[in-house]
Nanobody, 127 residues
Framework: QEQLVESGGGLVQAGASLRLICAAS????????MGWFRQAPGKEREFVAA????????YFADWVKGRFTISRDNAKNTVYLQINSLKPEDTAVYYC????????????????????WGQGTQVTVSS
């Protein structure tokens, strides 16, 4: 059974950094695109970043402005989201997603609809 499991979230102060981890299991995810979304309280889930299966191309939401970095290690079936200079507005549940088509993660063609989703990891940033 394919599974994505996120970790690395927590309660931090504004200005801190976190590295979120998404570990994939149940199949080889090295040939699929992967990405991160987040959902803040009372808001819809939004796209954060995505990376192609080779890791050669990365996509970010327009609002990211350089504080977020996405990377992957296909040997470990893992994708990472590094978040620097955390702000209280970054407080959200962060979800990992995977799909054979990166456009289904970024929503660049059609709607966002990745095949695989993780359960999420909570990030809370205090001011």
């Amino acid at each position: 059974q394919e599974q994505l499991v996120e970790s690395g979230g927590g309660l931090v102060q504004a200005g801190a950094s976190l590295r979120l981890i998404c570990a994939a299991s149940g199949r080889t995810f090295s040939n699929v695109a992967m990405g991160w979304f987040r959902q803040a309280p009372g808001k819809e889930r939004e796209f954060v970043a995505a990376i192609t299966w080779t890791g050669g191309t990365k996509y970010f939401a327009d609002w990211v402005k350089g504080r977020f970095t996405i990377s992957r290690d296909n040997a470990k079936n893992t994708v990472y989201l590094q978040i620097n200079s955390l702000k209280p507005e970054d407080t959200a549940v962060y979800y990992c997603a995977a799909d054979g088509s990166i456009s289904r993660i970024t929503g660049s063609v059609g709607r966002v609809d990745p095949r695989y989703w993780g359960q999420g990891t909570q990030v809370t940033v205090s001011s």
